[in-house]
């Protein structure tokens, strides 16, 4: 009798070691197992019979015991810039997100850890929706699963075109650190996406165990969002700073920078007009940041123009204000970057994705009747840019 499609396991959320250890349930060798992950994360097959070099035997217990299947798509955006959003169906009338953004010599998935948030943040939007519930690590990989290979399938390539994967879209990736880690190291797995340590970056509100807690488990690269200088400002924009206060803070940043893959750390810093972009607030982050007697050299800022929406009461900072902001800070020696706004014709930036998500349907009608295709009739094509060339 065949096992309830509820019961099944499904593989996306199966990292290497895990996979070896459900084949070894099924009397199955090592070597089997990493077969079986090639065809699920390499080839991006989820039908078992198409398996050719798998036994029939193994693939009979397989179609018993387990699945490969992504969360179901219920719309997709595509941006004149190339970028692509795809809203996932995660039940009980939620959905996540997941972004796609093509650069010159990058292509990046923004992927989603959680429906909703706990944590609050002032100016996000998926903040000010609450939580709802933690994604599995099924859900979290098969976003990059279906995001490369339908990729692959639309653009017609056999390599790799996902080159760097963020977890900066819905969620704190931290307060879902058990089925994180597992999304993580099949990211990482030569024979599943094969990403440089590198070429991951979690993006935390600053959740100190579990940056500790990371760097000895899965050291990838970290960002951090920090948005304010100051703890009574930070308190008001990121409330966990109440919790975790700066300097808390940026100590894990030092310790997590002994095991991290490269030898900086990012902040996150959302420009807010009149709130935290004023030269004071700059000095304020040189003092802080070229403390601990570390000099400047160990992190870069990356100012983010904010993303308004209508219950925030907040507003992106001018375009002069940010140029003076940045400037204060570079002639301190910190290496800044003012963030490139991406699919601004599909609200497609990161951190603030999803606005729609307590109301699926209204969310469906209106990404339909912007450029968009629902999932069952997927958008034309559109080629990616000439420029895009991908980095091994
Ligand atoms: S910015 Fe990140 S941590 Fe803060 S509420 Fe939004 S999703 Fe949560």
């Not at 089925?179 to 935390?204: E, F, N, Q």
């Not at 007697?293 to 929406?309: D, S, V, Y």
């Amino acid at each position: 009798m065949s096992l309830p499609h509820t019961e099944k396991t499904n593989l996306l959320g199966l990292d290497h070691e895990a996979l070896v250890a459900f084949c070894a349930q099924l009397g199955e060798k090592r070597f089997r197992a990493t077969q079986l992950f090639r065809w699920v994360h390499q080839r991006g097959v989820a039908d078992f019979d198409a398996m050719s070099d798998l036994a029939k035997s193994l693939r009979g217990k397989l179609k018993e015991r387990a699945l490969v299947e992504a969360l179901p798509v219920l719309a997709e955006q595509v941006s004149r810039d190339g970028t692509i959003k795809w809203l996932f169906d995660v039940g009980g009338g939620n959905a996540v997100e997941a972004v796609f953004i093509p650069e010159k010599d990058r292509a990046t998935l923004c992927v989603s850890s959680q429906a909703g948030c706990a944590i609050g943040c002032r100016f996000c939007s998926t903040g000010h929706q609450g939580f709802s519930r933690n994604l599995t690590s099924a859900e979290i990989l098969g976003q990059l699963w279906y995001a490369e290979h339908e990729l692959r399938r639309r653009f017609g390539r056999d390599e790799r075109i996902i080159s760097n994967v963020v977890m900066m879209g819905m969620g704190e990736p931290l307060q879902n650190f058990s089925a994180l880690v597992p999304a993580l190291r099949t990211m990482l797995d030569d024979h599943g996406y094969g990403l440089s340590r590198r070429r991951v970056t979690v993006s935390t509100s600053g959740i100190v165990p579990f940056m500790d807690k990371l760097a000895q488990q899965c050291p990838v690269a970290l960002a951090v969002s920090l948005h304010a200088p100051l703890d009574p400002l930070r308190d008001q924009l990121v409330p966990l700073n109440r919790k975790y206060p700066l300097e808390e803070l940026i100590a894990a940043c030092h310790r997590y920078l002994e095991h991290a893959p490269r030898d900086f750390i990012t902040f996150e810093y959302c420009m807010l007009a009149g709130v935290n972009d004023q030269p004071e607030h700059a000095r304020a982050l040189i003092e802080l940041l070229s403390g601990h007697g570390q000099g400047t050299a160990w992190c870069k800022l990356n100012l983010i123009p904010f993303n308004p929406f209508p219950q925030s009461g907040l507003h992106c900072s001018n375009a002069d204000d940010v140029q003076a902001f940045a400037r204060l800070l570079t002639d301190a020696g910190l290496v800044t970057t003012v963030r490139k706004t991406r699919g601004d014709d599909i609200d497609a930036a990161c951190g603030q994705l999803a606005g729609e998500v307590q109301d699926r349907t209204r969310a469906v009608i209106r990404m339909q009747k912007s450029r968009i295709a629902p999932a069952s009739a997927p958008a034309a094509a559109e080629p990616l840019p000439q420029s895009l060339e991908l980095k091994a």
